[in-house]
C-alpha cells in the first residue's frame, strides 16, 4: 500500500485560490489512479475528482468542474488539486486516495475500506 501526505490547505476568502498537494510513498505511484474526495462537517465523503495513472485522463464531479483541476507529476509522487474561485460550499477536509485497480471513472465509488487514503487537510473558505 502506498502512503499519502496532504497539504496545502487553509483559510480563504469566497472567489480565491488553493492549490492542494499528495505526496505518496514509493516507488509505484504511476501504477495508482488517484482521486480527491471531501467531507463536510455532518456530510458524507463525496468524490471530487480522480486523475489516471498516466495524468492524461481526468474526471470531475459537476460541482467542481471547470473550477477545479487535477494533476499529477509521476516523478515527484505526487498529485496536485488546483482549486480556483473557491465557494462557503466547498469547505471541508480533503483527501486524497489511491487505488490499483480503480479507473477514473470508477474512483467515485471507492470507500474508506478499499486502497489507501491520507489523513485529509482542511479547507476553510468564508464568505
Known amino acids: 500500500q502506498v502512503q499519502l501526505v496532504e497539504s496545502g490547505g487553509g483559510v480563504v476568502q469566497a472567489g480565491s485560490s488553493l492549490r492542494l498537494s499528495c505526496a505518496a510513498s514509493?516507488?509505484?505511484?504511476?501504477?495508482?489512479?488517484m482521486g480527491w474526495f471531501r467531507q463536510a462537517p455532518g456530510k458524507e465523503r463525496e468524490f471530487v475528482a480522480a486523475v489516471s495513472r498516466t495524468g492524461i485522463t481526468t474526471v470531475y464531479a459537476d460541482s467542481v468542474k471547470g473550477r477545479f483541476t487535477s494533476s499529477r507529476d509521476n516523478a515527484k509522487n505526487t498529485v496536485y488539486l488546483q482549486m480556483n474561485r473557491l465557494k462557503p460550499e466547498d469547505t471541508a477536509v480533503y483527501y486524497c486516495a489511491a487505488d490499483l485497480f480503480r479507473t477514473t471513472q470508477s474512483m467515485g465509488l471507492m470507500d474508506t475500506g478499499s486502497g489507501s487514503w491520507g489523513q485529509g487537510t482542511q479547507v476553510t473558505v468564508s464568505s
Open positions: 514509493g516507488r509505484t505511484f504511476s501504477t495508482y489512479t
